[in-house]
């Protein structure tokens, strides 16, 4: 049995990640499903949060500079393999 969980983000940010989903040939419900997954087997966040970035690197899109890239960003993420299967 599966059940809805809903979430409020601002419209932009919906298109940016529905591209991205898209782009990478997922559908946005699939990839949260992803995510909640590994948060769960991982009992944490896939990435690290911090409060200040190292660089100054800024993301292009919604979060108008707010986020930055990792250092291990482009890192493969072999820990997903078995959910993209």
């Given at each position: 049995m599966s059940?809805q969980v809903?979430t409020?983000?601002?419209?932009?940010?919906k298109?940016?990640?529905?591209?991205?989903?898209r782009?990478?040939g997922?559908?946005t419900s699939?990839?949260l499903?992803?995510l909640?997954k590994f948060?769960i087997?991982h009992n944490?966040i896939?990435?690290p949060?911090?409060?200040?970035p190292?660089?100054?690197?800024?993301i292009?899109?919604?979060?108008k500079?707010?986020?930055?890239?990792?250092?291990?960003f482009?890192?493969?993420?072999?820990?997903?393999?078995e959910?993209?299967?």
């Amino acid at each position: 049995m599966s059940v809805q969980v809903s979430t409020r983000i601002d419209e932009e940010t919906k298109k940016e990640l529905d591209v991205v989903c898209r782009n990478i040939g997922l559908t946005t419900s699939a990839a949260l499903g992803m995510l909640v997954k590994f948060l769960i087997k991982h009992n944490g966040i896939p990435f690290p949060v911090i409060s200040k970035p190292k660089e100054n690197k800024p993301i292009r899109g919604s979060g108008k500079g707010l986020f930055w890239i990792a250092e291990d960003f482009d890192e493969p993420l072999e820990d997903f393999q078995e959910y993209m299967e």
